[in-house]
């Protein structure tokens, strides 16, 4: 039977580096954690709160 590897392991049972990176709302003075990612193309992705976040509208609250 085939052993199934979780997302963060290696075949030889070494766990995979764990990569953090720091997405911080882009709304001037905002302090939040920016959990929306939008993507602008071109590898550029802009971060926003949950308060900021671009509405369908395209423009931030």
């Known amino acids: ?3 199934k590897l ?3 392991e290696k075949p030889n049972g070494q766990k995979a580096a764990s990569i953090h990176e720091e997405h911080w709302c ?3 003075a905002c ?3 920016g959990s ?3 993507d602008r193309g071109k590898g550029t992705i802009d ?3 949950g308060e900021h976040r671009p509405d369908s ?3 931030s609250r």
């Open 47 to 49: 971060w926003w709160c």
């Open 1 to 3: 039977m085939e052993q």
């Open 36 to 38: 929306f990612g939008y």
């Open 31 to 33: 302090k939040r954690w």
């Open 6 to 8: 979780m997302s963060d």
């Open 26 to 28: 882009q709304h001037p």
């Open 57 to 59: 509208a395209g423009e």
